[in-house]
């Protein structure tokens, strides 16, 4: 078993839905929890980052972190034809200023329909 | 550059070559993780630098792999004796000593054994 799960779709939405996007995972250590976007042919390019559990939010972004469930979540509101990529979620035990290996799911393959 | 550099953008070479891929950093990040992947997955953890040193290598997965980075700047990926199960996209990360466990990625190095 992977230490994080994560369904890779395909996930087709219109334009303007709402979409979840999440991970379950299996190391209770896992402090740091990361959302990348990646385009096809390109790196992938971090969204946002939440320590520990709880919610954050950047604009038509939410993350949201349940640590006793050992899940986590994306939200995307009021989604694009642009944001349509594919979604990786990725972990770390890091320690603040040190590093950290990033441990990923496989990531959900997202198109939005105009 | 602004962004972390990987040279070359595409590689083929054939089974049995011994190859090199380059990451040039973001300007005073110390530290460096080469990741790699593989269609369809997620990127898995090879090698983490601080500084000059490979503070993790647990994710390389054999010996003909190495990578260096003599300088605590650009680093070097080398893979010896080629196999066809080698082709993958080859990704850097640098991150900021200090700050967030956020992880910048180039755009990959493309490898094919054919």
């Known amino acids: 078993q992977k230490e994080v799960e994560q369904d890779p779709g395909p996930l087709s939405v219109p334009e303007g839905a709402i979409v979840s996007l999440n991970c379950t995972y299996s190391n209770s250590a896992f402090q740091y929890f990361m959302w990348y976007r990646q385009y096809s042919r390109k790196g992938p390019e971090l969204l946002m980052y939440t320590y520990s559990s709880g919610n954050k939010e950047d604009g038509r972004f939410t993350a949201q972190v349940d640590k006793s469930s050992k899940y986590i979540s994306l939200f995307i509101r009021d989604s694009q034809p642009s944001d349509s990529a594919t979604y990786l979620c990725?972990?770390?035990?890091?320690?603040?200023?040190?590093?950290?290996?990033?441990?990923f799911g496989q990531g959900t393959e997202l198109s939005v329909k105009p | 550059g602004a962004g972390v550099s990987q040279t070359p953008s595409n590689k083929v070479t054939e089974k049995g070559k011994y190859v090199e891929l380059r990451c040039d950093p973001i300007s005073g990040h110390t530290a460096l993780y080469w990741y790699r992947q593989s269609l369809g997955q997620g990127p898995e953890f090879l090698i983490y630098f601080q500084g000059t040193g490979a503070a993790d290598d647990s994710g390389l997965p054999n010996d003909r792999f190495f990578a260096v980075r003599p300088e605590g700047s650009v680093s070097t990926l080398k893979i010896q004796r080629t196999e066809r199960g080698d082709s993958a996209v080859y990704l850097c990360?640098?991150?900021?000593?200090?700050?967030?466990?956020?992880?910048?990625f180039g755009q990959g190095t493309r490898l094919t054994v054919v």
């Open positions: 990725a972990m770390t035990r890091m320690i603040y200023n040190q590093g950290g290996k990033l441990i």
């Open positions: 990360a640098s991150s900021p000593r200090e700050g967030a466990p956020s992880a910048f």
